[in-house]
């Protein structure tokens, strides 16, 4: 059987478009915009070549999709449920975290940064199994094992693993005798199976599935290999071989749960993006897939950069680098970009990249990185001081007017786009707030956003330093220094603490979360100030500390007991973010211990309950149980919740000392 892609129907399909002019734009799924994308540089090229090459789960739809790269040959496993009367069903396509009632249940397994091992067990229908692979260039084997259950069912599942090419990709496959045959850009590559002698195997299987494949009742391990046959017993030899996977941080045992927790989320979270034909990680399959194959948010995806970096120096390069790429014609990184290049043109997210970028820097020393990413850095930097101040103070918006219009997005130009912007999506601190239609701005005057941005002026005039641009970097340290004087009026000596202001009113507002601690990431509080904000509210176990820390708005808060998203929950960018102001200060507490430690800690701590218990990184954590179970709004597979161990690693690292 064989899979050529379909040119001719594509052929008339672009013919057709041609002929109906511009009315087909308004029509077409891709956004009118066209691709948008800042050009890559010789060096980030060979970055993405040696990224996308290989096996590795690259297609985001399914977790137990094993393609080839660059070819985009892919084997899918797949499970149909059989009974005697009434309910066959088949598992094509598996994700990690879906919640509906009947879906699957994934618990990832290891996956290392270059795919050479994953291992996954899978739960449905009763049936339980367990996926796993190894691979070395093109020379792929996996093993598939049925696990002790209790089926519903008096009969076996069977398993089907089928071959085809992804993403239009030339190539056909044919099924000769009991061996799939792959030809492709690179020629034959021959696919077996250890089940050929499994009773039944020439019957077919009704099961909805495209090109050639094998299946077999999954009574005993099965494997699959490429190239060469192998017996069941190499490959299960091959996929228990870890090689210095889960070993690199032997040396500090108390720091792999983390090490392991980050590489095996980004693995997993990893994708191949065929529209733009690029690498990234986005902050989880069940996201991506229903926006269309993949989503980038702005802040999620430089963290995701920052966790890969401890790992996977090309993963950390290719997430910086491509969120950057999508920047807007206006200039900015935008809130979100997602399949069909389709992103947010009214509204960006909070300024994290430049730290990311010399971050990034100050560890690999990659000089053409720095390059590549400079100039977007500094229009996105520019941008906010243009498009976001009122009277000398930053406020959150959403430029409804923008183009290319995201047309499907009804938060472009409002207030709840404005929110959006700030990342923080419900947060109760922008509760009553006053969006202003005239000049598209929430007259908010905020204190988290008001740090970021002096933190972004600061890091960014640093890395212009060092690329020789010192007109630019001096322009980046005044407009730093502009707004941190704005931003030290901000300071409240009642309240010992940096307060927002609504600007509408007139009123200083009076209710805290964590980024009322980010001018300590700004270096714009006093020692003395500092002092104040972290004895009076950082320990404060009625507003920020307790078991389990720090919760997204106060403890005695009326919206704490809401736990619903921003409203209470624990976030690891709003701990990573604390965490490095912390840094900037010396700060013990009464005993003489580092409160910046002890931080750094408890938020490890949090993170490590559900990892340990269940091998889940969430989106967020309940502040008053300390799971991200309790509800659906949180998913369990969602990359940055792994920051919350990532600052146990920096300090156990020594990245701090002083």
Known sequence: MGVCGGAKVGFILSLGMMAAGAAAQSTSRLSPGGAGLLPRSAEYTKVQERLARGWNTWDVHSVTTQVLLPEGLAIHVGMKHNTTLYGDAFLGDALIGRMGKGDEVVTPGP???????????????????????????????????????????????????????????????????????????????????????????????????????????????????????????????????????????????????????????????????????????????????????????????????????????????????????????QGFVPNYARAGNWKSSDRSEPPVGAITVLGLYKQFHDRWFLEDAYEPLLKWNRWWAAHRDIDGYLAWGSDGHNEPEDLDDSARGTRAGAILESGLDNSPMYDGTFYNPKTHLLEYADVGLMSMYIADCDTLAEIATELGKADEARELKERGEKYRAKLKTMWDE???????????????????????????????????QARRMIDGHLTNPNEFWGEWVMPSIA??????????????????????????????????????????????????????????????????????????????SSDRFYHWGALLGYVEYLEQSGAFAH
């Open 494 to 528: 009642k309240a010992g603490m940096f307060l927002n202001r609504d600007l509408h009113e007139g009123t200083t507002v009076t209710r805290l979360s964590p980024t009322n601690f980010y001018p300590l990431l700004a270096k714009a509080a006093t020692p003395a």
């Open 111 to 329: 996956h290392a940064w270059d795919g050479s091992n994953t291992d996954l067990s899978i739960e449905w229908e009763g049936h339980k199994w367990r996926v796993q692979t190894e691979q070395s260039g093109e020379d792929l084997v996996m093993l598939v094992t049925p696990l002790p259950s209790k089926s519903a069912s008096t009969l076996p599942p069977t398993v089907v693993v089928w071959v085809d090419y992804l993403w239009n990709r030339p190539g056909a496959v044919t099924r000769r005798g009991d061996v799939i045959e792959a030809n492709g850009a690179r020629g034959v590559l021959p696919i077996y199976s250890t089940c050929e002698t499994s009773p039944g195997m020439e019957k077919p299987v009704n099961a909805p599935v495209e090109g050639p494949y094998f299946a077999a009742d999954l009574t005993e391990p099965i494997g699959i290999s490429t190239g060469k046959r192998h017996t069941l017993k190499e490959i299960a030899v091959r996929v228990s071989l870890k090689g210095s996977y889960r070993g690199i941080l032997a040396e500090k045992k108390e720091l792999r749960p983390i090490y392991d927790a980050i590489e095996t989320t980004l693995g997993w979270d990893t994708i191949y993006d065929p529209e733009k034909q690029r690498v990234i990680s986005p902050v989880s399959r069940v996201w991506s897939v229903s926006w269309g194959g993949y989503v980038l948010f702005d802040w999620d995806t430089f963290f995701a950069a920052t966790l890969a970096s401890i790992g996977d120096k090309d993963l950390a390069y290719a997430n910086a680098i491509e969120i950057l790429r999508e920047e807007t014609p």
């Open 555 to 632: 403890r005695n808060d009326a919206a704490f007991k809401d736990q619903n998203y921003w409203r209470g929950r624990i976030w690891g960018p709003m701990n990573y973010l604390v965490y490095l102001g912390l840094a900037n200060y010396g700060v013990a507490d009464r005993d003489g211990a580092s409160v910046r430690e002890g931080f750094a800690g408890d938020s490890y701590a949090l993170f490590l309950k559900e990892w340990t218990e269940k091998g889940h990184v969430h989106e967020n954590y309940n502040a008053i149980t300390g799971t991200g179970d309790d509800v659906t």
